[in-house]
């Protein structure tokens, strides 16, 4: 099993939802850098569970406990490796599971590929919990990224068919620092009550909703990416359909682009003093996979969560179908704490970025 990402910043994370604790190892981290943990732990609870009624009530401090590569505060420049402790576990939820194959969820496959050997409580390593080790990564990121005038941001775009209102051109720092403080992280606070209740219908019908997320990445010049395998939109997309529960992924236009015109599509050059801009962002900021200099613009789309209280169909390993209704603690919607692991990804996928054009360059 693959749980290890990167090539010049390297990532891997491990652990189950009901096991002992989960973690991540970060290699290629520069020494010297002070790590702010109060505001890592700010970060580790935009995601954690249990806060709100919107939320799983499983409640999890998500403290992450530093094992190495951090003295006095600074980081050594050796791996960097932090434990989350899983602290409010109910695998007897799960017991009926080991048979059952959830709707949805990740248990047939996983079986077939384990040979029956994974750990199944919680979903195991399947598990949406696993985000938390790529939030404290990501904050790690931001921080490094922040030195260089990089700022990463995102909003819910849409829960259900209640929408949002996208980015401007050309969002704004404090835009995005306000977005990171709130429950609900909109750019039309209007939205929320009625995007809350969405929630709390389905919840209340056994059911649950799904929605998208559009993050921006400020203060990255042009030059950043690779033309093919390793553009901005590969390395990105890779790292964002690694988030359990995302299927799919567009940046800037997207899948509207395949309904214009080339010259309603194109992003017109101008200069801005000495600086070069376009009128549009229609590409994300990314033409030929390589940043433009305007703002990294996408958005993801979240599923509904999986496990629901409402009957379904599935099948029993030990042969015939069976009607589940799955009980225990889950999130109605997933959306809003997934907000802070998709710019975790990003944070991740642009510091890698940086980091292979500065090798390239030595």
């Given at each position: 099993?693959?749980?290890s990402?990167?090539?010049?910043?390297?990532?891997?994370?491990?652990?189950e939802?009901?096991?002992?604790?989960?973690?991540?190892?970060?290699?290629?981290?520069?020494?010297?850098?002070a790590?702010d943990?109060?505001?890592?732990?700010?970060?580790?609870?935009?995601?954690?569970?249990?806060?709100?009624?919107?939320?799983?009530?499983?409640?999890?401090?998500?403290?992450p406990?530093?094992?190495?590569?951090?003295?006095?505060?600074?980081?050594?420049?050796?791996?960097?490796?932090?434990?989350?402790?899983?602290?409010s576990?109910?695998?007897?939820?799960?017991?009926?599971?080991?048979?059952?194959?959830?709707?949805?969820?990740g248990?047939?496959?996983g079986?077939?590929?384990?040979?029956?050997?994974?750990d199944?409580?919680?979903?195991?390593?399947?598990s949406?919990?696993?985000?938390?080790?790529?939030?404290?990564?990501?904050?790690?990121?931001?921080?490094?990224?922040?030195?260089?005038?990089?700022?990463?941001?995102?909003h819910?775009?849409?829960?259900?068919?209640?929408?949002?209102?996208?980015?401007?051109?050309?969002?704004?720092?404090?835009?995005?620092?306000?977005?990171?403080?709130?429950e609900?992280?909109?750019l039309?606070?209007?939205r929320?009550?009625?995007?809350?209740?969405?929630?709390?219908?389905?919840?209340?019908?056994?059911?649950?909703?799904?929605?998208?997320i559009?993050?921006?990445?400020l203060?990255?010049?042009?030059?950043?990416?690779?033309?093919?395998?390793?553009?901005?939109?590969?390395?990105l997309s890779?790292?964002?359909?690694?988030i359990?529960a995302?299927?799919?992924?567009?940046?800037?236009?997207g899948f509207?682009?395949?309904?214009?015109?080339?010259s309603?599509?194109?992003?017109?050059?101008?200069y801005?003093?000495?600086?070069?801009?376009?009128?549009?962002?229609?590409?994300?900021?990314?033409?030929g996979?390589?940043?433009?200099?305007?703002p990294?613009?996408?958005?993801?789309?979240?599923?509904?969560?999986?496990?629901?209280?409402?009957?379904?169909?599935?099948?029993?390993?030990?042969?015939?179908?069976?009607?589940?209704?799955?009980?225990?603690?889950?999130?109605?919607?997933?959306?809003p704490?997934?907000v802070?692991?998709?710019?975790?990804?990003?944070?991740?996928g642009?510091l890698?970025?940086l980091?292979?054009?500065?090798a390239?360059?030595?």
């Open positions: 099993m693959s749980g990402w990167g090539n010049s910043l390297k990532i891997s994370i491990f652990g939802s009901h096991g002992p604790a989960i973690g991540i190892t970060m290699s290629g981290l520069p020494s010297g850098l790590l943990m109060d505001w890592v732990n700010r970060e580790m609870q935009r995601r954690a569970p249990g806060q709100n009624r919107l939320s799983t009530p499983r409640k999890e401090a998500d403290v406990r530093i094992l190495s590569g951090l003295f006095e505060g600074r980081t050594t420049g050796t791996p960097l490796c932090a434990v989350i402790e899983n602290q576990t109910r695998s007897s939820d799960y017991e009926e599971l080991k048979d059952l194959m959830r709707p949805g969820h248990d047939y496959p079986t077939i590929r384990y040979q029956g050997f994974q199944p409580r919680g979903g195991g390593h399947f949406g919990r696993i985000t938390a080790p790529l939030v404290f990564a990501g904050a790690v990121c931001k921080q490094i990224l922040a030195e260089k005038g990089i700022q990463v941001g995102a819910i775009q849409s829960i259900g068919r209640i929408k949002d209102r996208s980015f401007t051109l050309e969002p704004t720092l404090g835009e995005l620092e306000a977005l990171a403080q709130a609900l992280p909109l039309d606070p209007d929320g009550p009625a995007m809350a209740q969405a929630i709390l219908d389905a919840k209340a019908d056994c059911d649950s909703l799904g929605g998208t559009e993050c921006v990445i203060g990255v010049g042009p030059g950043v990416g690779e033309p093919f395998f390793d553009s901005v939109e590969s390395v890779h790292l964002l359909f690694s359990p995302v299927k799919g992924v567009e940046f800037g236009a509207e682009s395949a309904a214009l015109v080339g309603q599509c194109n992003d017109l050059y101008y801005e003093g000495n600086q070069v801009k376009t009128r549009t962002n229609r590409c994300g900021g990314v033409t996979g390589i940043t433009n200099g305007m990294i613009l996408f958005r993801v789309a979240v599923r509904p969560t999986a496990s629901i209280a409402k009957p379904q169909e599935t099948i029993a390993l030990s042969g015939g179908t069976r009607t589940l209704s799955i009980t225990g603690r889950h999130d109605p919607c997933i959306v704490r997934a802070p692991v998709v710019e975790a990804a990003a944070a991740i642009i890698e970025l980091k292979e054009r500065e390239c360059r030595t």
